[in-house]
């Protein structure tokens, strides 16, 4: 190895390992973003019981969860293998841009935002979350492209190499998967207020619509015999694991799995919300009809 290339070598970790993954934290400022979320999130919680309102507990342990992802996938031993190890980039992926949010999106935290806050604060939430920039740029349509589109631009561009080698386009594409996978859980799961809102069968199509797209991503990938970043690849020096292509391949085989998986899991919950919605329409008409009432058409 030449000087030149001795100097732009990238030395990569140890092979992995549950010491070296659980045992070693390195915090960077998404560390104090995240506890700062979750501080905020904490004061509504304790302004809504100062009010003699009760939180559900199960929403901010969804909340909870959802950090506890994010802190994970960011700033963990699991971190340090996301610029050596394609397969851990993509569970990294996964962690962000899809359970973290889902689990975020449960502890409805605009919801909680909105009761919490004065009447003021609350007023100017609801002008943000309506006004037409923010309504244009959280569109269902948008935020479908770009949950939808993320990866293919990623990927098939230079923008994964450009991330490798730069901190701050790193840390931003972390961002941008959990804002993206927020917005997009958000209209799936439907709980907080946005400035649209889908019903339950287009909240269906919202996903099935999308799941082909980690399939074949996935599939294009699997097949591939070029690497997505092959100059910095060329720099990683490290003597154990699998080659930077099997590698590729196994993480392109996690991305089609878990994309599944996910997408099968915000359906179900999209499920299970229709059916209890139906479940509490059919009582109410059943109460009308036991008073003597007619029965009201109720829209769904």
Do not use: K
């Amino acid at each position: 190895m030449s000087l030149g290339a001795a100097l732009a070598a990238y030395v990569a970790p140890g092979r992995p390992s549950w010491s070296s993954i659980v045992g070693h934290w390195s915090l960077d400022p998404l560390f104090a973003l995240i506890v700062l979320v979750g501080a905020l999130y904490l004061v509504g919680v304790r302004r809504l019981a100062a009010r003699g309102r009760r939180w559900s507990t199960a929403r901010s342990a969804s909340f909870a969860s959802g950090l506890v992802v994010l802190l994970v996938a960011t700033q963990s031993g699991f971190a340090q293998y996301d610029r050596t190890l394609f397969s851990f980039h993509v569970v990294q992926h996964v962690l962000l841009g899809m359970v973290g949010p889902l689990l975020l999106v449960l502890g409805a935290p605009i919801t909680l935002a909105l009761q919490a806050a004065h009447r003021p604060t609350q007023e100017r939430l609801l002008h943000v979350l309506h006004s037409r920039p923010v309504a244009a740029l959280t569109h269902p349509a948008v935020v479908w492209v770009l949950f939808g589109g993320t990866l293919v631009v990623l990927y098939f561009t230079g923008l994964y190499e450009l991330s490798l080698r730069n901190d701050v386009v790193h840390a931003a594409v972390h961002v941008h998967f959990v804002v993206v996978g927020f917005l997009f859980m958000a209209y799936v799961v439907g709980i907080d207020p946005l400035a649209r809102s889908l019903g339950y069968g287009a909240r269906l199509l919202y996903v099935l619509v999308l799941l082909p797209f980690h399939a074949f991503l996935g599939v294009a990938l699997l097949g591939s015999d070029r690497l997505l970043a092959p100059a910095w690849s060329a720099q990683v020096v490290r003597a154990w694991g699998p080659s930077p292509l099997d590698d590729q391949r196994l993480g392109a085989g996690i991305l089609w799995a878990a994309g599944e998986l996910v997408g099968v899991a915000a359906l179900a919950i999209v499920l299970y919300q229709w059916m209890r919605h139906e479940e509490r329409v059919a009582a109410r008409l059943d109460r009308r009809l036991d008073a003597g009432a007619e029965p009201v058409a109720v829209p769904h």
